[in-house]
């Protein structure tokens, strides 16, 4: 299961940190991802982390954006910084686990169909 928070309407510049708590995974590799969806658009991947803490960024975020983890709290964080009226969206936290589960270390480019596991969604709404 995967829960996001911290959400919310924030002006363009401004910050966010989104959090996705896991529950109930119990393999030692993994991957989680951020993903977005603003209203007509198609679902994209905004930015991953593997159990190697190895990440991967959409190039509309690199430098804002920052994926992150707390292993000790089954928690994965996404940074937002220097938000802008594009980055509006839906945002959903998305994992898949196991060895055979997907891989998505250096240069991986996230795919909807990869990841089995996904939350309920946390809006994000920045206003210039």
């Known amino acids: 299961q995967l829960l996001e928070s911290g959400g919310g309407s924030v002006q363009a510049g401004g910050s966010l940190r989104l959090s996705c708590v896991a529950s109930g995974y119990t393999y030692a590799s993994y991957c989680v991802a951020w993903f977005r969806q603003a209203p007509g658009k198609e679902r994209e991947g905004v930015a991953t982390?593997?159990?190697?803490?190895?990440?991967n960024y959409a190039d509309s975020v690199k430098g804002r954006f920052t994926i992150s983890q707390d292993t000790a709290k089954n928690t994965y964080y996404l940074q937002m910084n220097s938000l802008k009226s594009e980055d509006t969206a839906m945002y959903y936290c998305?994992?898949?686990?196991?060895?055979?589960?997907?891989?998505?270390?250096?240069?991986?480019?996230?795919?909807?169909?990869?990841?089995?596991?996904w939350g309920q969604g946390t809006q994000v709404n920045v206003s210039s």
């Open positions: 982390i593997d159990s190697n803490e190895i990440t």
């Open positions: 998305a994992a898949d686990e196991g060895p055979w589960g997907v891989y998505c270390g250096g240069g991986y480019q996230p795919r909807r169909s990869d990841f089995p596991d």
